[in-house]
């Protein structure tokens, strides 16, 4: 397996344009999570998914912020409007199940000018 | 879910061994205790996973007190390519609520 894929790994965009990050788990993996890494907060947990669902997406800023997972190989991240404070790396990952190995895509890394 | 206390950084030389120790006092009883590792303009890495007592891989050791109140990671004759973050997690049994701390900044030093 190529591993957890993300795309794009670079995103230029200007404030207030729609973004939507994509991520492609490991083939048979159960969860899938979505984070944001910046230096002033660090690597936080926005949502994670297990077999499609939501199960906690507590960590999701603002309504700005939507993910999906229509079927078991692709997820979405999408932000509507983006700000300037939502620069920031953000990792997907996926793990075959439950308190086990999660694996790290690459990272988007996101500006918004 | 049990929050975690990591030093902010360390430094170690290559070869040494280094063990970075984290405080989990009101871990509960079926938390389970795992380290990632993460290196610049990457995501994070597994690196072990434990319960209690001692767990040991290819890569690192997992020392667990009895108490299960701290654990240690312990990587041995470390090198240049070490230098990295790593981040100790509690996760609940059953529930992949996956929270990541500040971490510690590890630079091993040629």
């Known amino acids: 397996d190529a591993g957890v894929i993300q795309s794009p790994r670079h995103e230029v965009t200007e404030m207030g344009q729609e973004v939507t990050l994509r991520c492609k788990p490991i083939?048979?993996?159960?969860?899938l999570f979505w984070y944001r890494q910046t230096m002033m907060r660090g690597l936080e947990l926005l949502i994670y998914f297990n077999n499609n669902v939501p199960i906690d997406d507590s960590g999701m800023p603002e309504d700005r912020f939507s993910a999906k997972m229509p079927n078991a190989s692709f997820s979405t991240l999408k932000i509507q409007p983006s700000e300037p404070r939502d620069s920031a790396v953000y990792f997907c990952?996926?793990?075959?199940?439950?308190?086990?190995?999660?694996?790290f895509g690459q990272g988007t890394r996101l500006t918004v000018v | 879910l049990a929050k975690t206390t990591q030093p902010i950084s360390m430094d170690s030389y290559e070869g040494q061994e280094v063990n970075i120790t984290c405080s989990h006092n009101?871990?509960?009883?079926?938390?389970?205790i795992t380290w990632y590792q993460q290196f610049p303009s990457q995501g994070p890495r597994f690196i072990i996973q434990?319960?209690?007592t001692k767990v040991t891989n290819e890569v690192a050791s997992l020392f667990i007190p009895a108490d299960r109140k701290s654990s240690t990671l312990s990587l041995p004759r470390v090198s240049l390519s070490d230098t990295a973050v790593y981040y100790c997690?509690?996760?609940?049994?059953?529930?992949?609520?996956?929270?990541f701390g500040a971490g510690t900044r590890l630079t091993v030093k040629p």
């Open positions: 009101n871990i509960a009883t079926n938390d389970y």
């Open positions: 083939s048979g993996h159960d969860y």
């Open positions: 434990g319960y209690k």
């Open positions: 997690l509690v996760e609940q049994y059953n529930n992949n609520d996956m929270r």
């Open positions: 990952a996926s793990s075959l199940t439950v308190n086990t190995e999660a694996f």
